[in-house]
């Protein structure tokens, strides 16, 4: 399968915990983004990357949201003191310079 | 307001109906305007894109009226396979880069 993947596809962890979430975008894609989908809405963008470079940040990143693309390939998003609100499908898509955006299946976080 | 606006449904319609779909957006620097179609629980996937000289595709056309400031998606002889929430996306900044999503319009076509 040559699509984009994510891993993991769901977590469940406490309020407090920190999670982590892979995305790997297809090989030859310089774009990555990162978007956040709660039930009934659409998808609300994150960030995005350009290679390695990270060129724009949502207001909803706060400051315990990070994401990094350390080689231009794959990219992590890491949320830190996690919180009920942070419930959500997390959603990573990749695309070729201003071509089409190709999603991966998501990691659906759920916070108890 | 909402930068993008739809009528969430949900449209139920039988098997060969007509359905349109409507859709309106804030920001008149807009860029770019899509039609996305989602399946329960799957990730969303490019169903058109929009262009002011409107655009079919098989049983699908989607029109866009600039001045307006309103994207619309007809789909004609409607298929159970059809049953899926459909998002209005555009894009609002020079290098198109992010998606900006409407909430989707439900549609749940029955035999």
């Known amino acids: 399968d040559t699509g984009v993947s994510q891993d993991p596809r769901h977590k469940i962890t406490k309020r407090g915990q920190n999670v982590t979430f892979r995305c790997d975008p297809i090989?030859?894609?310089?774009?990555l983004y990162w978007y956040r989908q709660t039930l009934g809405q659409g998808p609300e963008f994150l960030t995005y990357?350009?290679?390695?470079?990270?060129?724009?940040k949502s207001r909803l990143l706060s400051d315990r949201f990070s994401a990094e693309r350390p080689k231009g390939s794959f990219s992590t998003l890491e949320i830190q003191r996690t919180e009920q609100g942070d419930s959500a499908m997390y959603l990573c898509?990749?695309?070729?310079?201003?071509?089409?955006?190709?999603f991966g299946p998501g990691t659906r976080l759920t916070v108890t | 307001r909402k930068e993008v606006e739809q009528d969430p449904g949900p449209f139920n319609v039988p098997e060969g109906a007509t359905v349109a779909f409507n859709c309106t957006y804030s920001?008149?620097?807009?860029?770019?305007f899509f039609w996305y179609r989602q399946d329960c629980r799957k990730e969303p996937k490019l169903l058109m894109s929009v262009y002011s000289s409107g655009n079919e595709d098989g049983r699908f056309t989607a029109q866009l009226n600039r001045a307006s400031q309103y994207i619309s998606l007809l789909i004609r002889d409607s298929k159970l396979s059809d049953s899926a929430t459909y998002l209005c996306v555009v894009t609002v900044n020079q290098a198109g880069t992010a998606l900006i999503f409407g909430k989707g319009t439900t549609l749940s076509v029955s035999s």
């Open positions: 090989s030859e894609h310089n774009r």
């Open positions: 920001n008149s620097a807009s860029q770019s």
């Open positions: 990357f350009q290679n390695e470079a990270q060129l724009e």
């Open positions: 898509a990749s695309s070729s310079g201003l071509s089409e955006q190709y």
